[in-house]
């Protein structure tokens, strides 16, 4: 069965996380993966309705990893699930820790930073001919939508769309502002 260990961004050692606490690190020990398998953590909370991915340190036999802020707002059990994905591309759960969220008053001088990177989440964008792709580390993702937009410019992701408000420079693409149809 995992262990946990929490600390602050100083290294100092935690008893407990609290509401809007910021800079969280959680260092998961006695976690067997299979050899060659990558481990990754993943957090969440049953206000949240996908888990936040974070790929750990290993660091003396610990997984490493930050805690990300914005489940931190909530006063709510941390889900922590330690899985690993093997070499053929399968993902498990090794196991899953439950670390409590003492409840308090957002702080006056409370100011959201994030912290994680969600490993899951696709971090940019390719523009190829008039294709659109998301991506991550610069590798296209997933089928990508048209942005020939016609009279109006537009752009159609998923169910939005969005038009050149008339600021920007039209004719080479760069436009500084948008609104939602």
Not at 60 to 82: C, F, H, M, Q
Not at 143 to 157: A, H, L, R, T
Request: glycine share 10%; charged share 20%; proline share 4%.
């Amino acid at each position: 069965m995992a262990k946990y260990t929490l600390y602050d961004k100083n290294g100092d050692l935690l008893e407990r996380l609290y509401q809007w606490d910021l800079d969280r690190v959680v260092a998961v020990s006695n976690v067997t993966a299979w050899s060659g398998a990558t481990v990754f953590i993943q957090f969440g909370n049953r206000k949240v309705d996908e888990t936040i991915i974070v790929e750990p340190t290993l660091s003396d036999g610990k997984y490493i990893a930050n805690i990300p802020n914005s489940l931190l707002s909530y006063a709510e059990n941390l889900n922590v699930y330690i899985s690993q994905r093997t070499q053929s591309g399968e993902t498990l759960v090794i196991d899953e820790i439950r670390i409590p969220v003492v409840p308090k008053n957002m702080p006056s001088d409370y100011i959201y930073v994030p912290n994680t990177e969600d490993i899951s989440v696709p971090n940019g964008l390719i523009l190829d001919g008039e294709m659109l792709y998301l991506s991550r580390n610069g590798r296209r993702i997933g089928d990508g939508v048209s942005i020939s937009g016609g009279e109006s410019g537009g752009i159609g992701i998923g169910s939005a769309i969005l038009v050149a408000a008339g600021s920007g420079n039209h004719d080479t693409g760069v436009i500084s502002s948008w609104e939602s149809v």
